[in-house]
């Protein structure tokens, strides 16, 4: 089996179709395409940085695609793609020695409340049982008692698929609940609702929705780069320790200033 | 916004804390820097050092000479900030009457020599032994305090350091041992050679099992790692975030 068909047929693809391939401008034959794949919450910042990185690059093809951290990594370890996109770190278990992981950018999730909400903090395990549909009266979380309105986004959402793989912990999220079809509408939704409890990636924070402090901390550029507010997300590009000279080439472009401005103001920056 | 330079850390949960505080007190002082902290034990931190993943491991293990020798490999020498010390303390459940075990003692607990309390002056009831994973400074700490040259114990349970705390706070027959920063009235320390671990044991070594607290880059490091570097140093910054964090300090 060829490399790029492997793409195509494992659960390294989430709908069996590349949802990306660029050629970029033919200078040299290239011996083989560069091929990214994981988590679907780096496939938009992959894209991002292709068109820049593309101005350098003479005739080097890239194919990027989801499918999940997990599908990205066990690729990587079987040759099957160059560098697997992972919206976590590495687990104990998963690190072998024989990769090593790339930071590239930092977000977080904020967890959202109408301005007027007198509810000013919750932690992390709260967060959990209020998505799970386990807690669902303000009063269990501080607050004058009353139904939470949970906005949850739409199943296809990153932001929610990062929520269900790094904060549930193995619990579903409630399904009686309002989905929002976009960002914006979820936190116009939660704007407009003192009982409403909702979460943005920091992104798409607008300043009509307060942010709770996760766990006592406060939201924000210190926290997330600090990694001490519990919903930060930490970005990477894993790759094999000795990684080929075009994947190289593409980590040094990720972190030059050229790289880091094609992800800001989305991402925040670490270099 | 421009960036003036970065500082990516990663390694040890014991430095986490006061590491964590550190970065954001100094990315509000030191405008234009980034400093990024996350986990992983003090191996993982140290070998991304080596292949360039980050720019310093927190270590919370003595630097062993196989970590300079890979280093060396690839043309590279490792440099060692020394920032603290931490005492390692055996633990066990708080209603356990054994309140003293010699080293010698542990080592036969941790090789698995020694099964019942009995023989440590405790109960007639089988020592369930837990361990961290090989990976942690702690344990590779512990290895190189307690253990020596014996090999833990197929039968320990290797736990992380919540965890651990709490299967020792929840089994009367279980041991554990944990870092000052992660001791709290749910265990009970045990002394060791009939010291206590408290500041000034640790700070004169009396107390056995204590151990540097660092930080390892490579030689010669960027400027921004310098002044990280030196911002753990200052008696008024780092060094009071790890004296808070249950650490002594080094100045």
Redesign the interface.
């Known amino acids: 089996m060829k490399r790029r068909d492997f793409l195509a047929v494992t659960g390294a693809t989430s709908a069996g179709l590349l949802t990306g391939a660029w050629t970029l401008p033919w200078q040299h034959k290239p011996a083989e395409p560069l091929l990214i794949a994981g988590s679907t919450n780096v496939l938009p910042f992959t894209k991002a940085l292709l068109p820049a990185f593309g101005k350098h690059q003479g005739g080097l093809e890239i194919i990027t695609d989801g499918g999940g951290s997990l599908a990205g990594l066990i690729a990587l370890k079987r040759g099957a793609i160059d560098i697997a996109a992972m919206s976590r770190e590495l687990k104990r278990a998963e690190d072998d020695g024989q990769v090593c992981d790339h930071l590239f950018g930092k977000d977080a999730v904020a967890v959202v409340t109408a301005p007027g909400n007198p509810v000013g903090g919750i932690t992390r395990a709260q967060v959990r049982d209020v998505l799970a549909g386990k807690i669902t009266d303000w009063a269990d979380l501080g607050g004058p008692a009353g139904p939470i309105d949970v906005i949850n986004r739409a199943p296809g959402s990153t932001t929610r698929k990062w929520m269900e793989d790094n904060v549930m912990g193995g619990a579903e999220m409630a399904r009686h609940v309002t989905l929002a079809p976009s960002a914006a509408a979820l936190a116009s939704a939660v704007a407009g609702n003192p009982r409403a409890l909702g979460f943005l990636a920091t992104r798409d924070l607008t300043g009509n929705v307060k942010p709770m402090a996760v766990n006592g901390v406060a939201i924000g550029r210190a926290t997330i780069y600090s990694g001490r507010y519990p919903l930060t997300r930490s970005l990477y590009y894993v790759t094999r320790t000795s990684p080929a000279e075009p994947v190289r080439r593409f980590l040094d472009f990720v972190r030059s200033a050229e790289g880091q401005d094609a992800l800001e103001p989305d991402l925040l920056r670490v270099y | ?1 421009t ?1 003036v330079g ?1 500082v ?1 850390i990663r390694g040890s949960a014991t430095l986490m804390a006061p590491v ?2 550190a ?2 007190g100094f ?2 002082e030191q405008r234009g820097l ?8 003090t191996g ?1 931190g140290i ?2 050092v080596i ?1 360039g ?1 980050a720019d310093l491991a927190m270590s919370s293990a003595e630097l062993d000479g196989g970590d300079r020798k890979k280093a060396a490999r690839q043309g590279k020498e490792l440099a060692v900030h020394l920032l603290a010390h931490d005492a390692i303390l055996p633990c066990v459940h708080p209603d356990n009457p054994v309140r003293d075990l010699s080293i010698e003692q542990l080592r036969s607990v941790y090789s698995g020599e020694t099964t019942n309390w009995r023989e440590l002056g405790g109960h007639d009831a089988p020592i369930a032994v837990t361990s961290y ?1 090989p ?1 942690s400074g702690t344990y590779e700490a512990w290895h190189a305090m307690v253990l020596r040259d014996e090999s833990i114990t197929p039968k320990a349970t290797i736990l992380e350091t919540a965890a651990l705390r709490a299967r020792v706070a929840k089994d009367p027959n279980a041991i554990g041992y944990i870092a000052h920063t992660f001791l709290d009235a749910s265990v009970r320390a045990v002394s060791v050679e009939g010291k206590g671990a408290t500041a000034e044991t640790i700070r004169s070594s009396a107390y056995p099992l204590r151990r540097p607290l660092s930080l390892v880059s490579l030689k010669a490091p960027s400027g921004a790692v310098q002044r990280f570097v030196a911002y753990m140093l200052d008696p008024a910054k780092g060094q009071k975030l790890l004296a808070a964090a249950g650490n002594v300090p080094v100045t």
Request: charged share 20%.
């Open positions: 916004m960036t970065s990516h964590q505080a970065a954001e990315m509000g980034i400093a990024t902290v996350s986990g992983g034990g993982r070998r991304s292949d993943t994973d990976l």
